[in-house]
């Protein structure tokens, strides 16, 4: 199961860190990714935790926000700083145990899917 959270608002250049309930899928065996849907737009990637151990990003997100994951504590992190208004969106982490490398930005290729969180940017 996954269950996203720590959404909300805030304002632009303010932080906010997600968190992503994964119990059965915070194991190495697993990828763990991050994708976002803003309004009225297609949902895209945001970020992902590999399951060879590295970590990729979008280019729009690179250099502000980190992802982190627990497997003790079966969760995942989703750390967004500098935040701007074009971050507003419904967050989703998404798992699968299959994924090759060069699939991980593909959100067809993620069997499991959490209910999303919303974060909005504004003043």
């Known amino acids: 199961q996954l269950q996203a959270s720590g959404g909300g608002l805030v304002q632009p250049g303010g932080s906010l860190r997600l968190s992503c309930a994964a119990s059965g899928f915070a194991n190495s065996r697993y990828t763990l990714g991050w994708f976002r849907q803003a309004p009225g737009k297609e949902r895209v990637f945001v970020g992902v935790?590999?399951?060879?151990?590295?970590?990729y990003y979008a280019d729009s997100v690179k250099g502000r926000f980190t992802i982190s994951r627990d497997n003790a504590r079966s969760t995942v992190y989703l750390q967004m700083n500098s935040l701007k208004p074009e971050d507003t969106a419904v967050y989703y982490c998404?798992?699968?145990?299959?994924?090759?490398?060069?699939?991980?930005?593909?959100?067809?290729?993620?069997?499991?899917w959490g209910q999303g969180t919303l974060v909005t940017v504004s003043s």
């Open positions: 935790s590999w399951r060879g151990g590295q970590i």
């Open positions: 998404a798992a699968d145990s299959r994924l090759i490398l060069s699939s991980i930005y593909n959100q067809d290729q993620y069997d499991y």
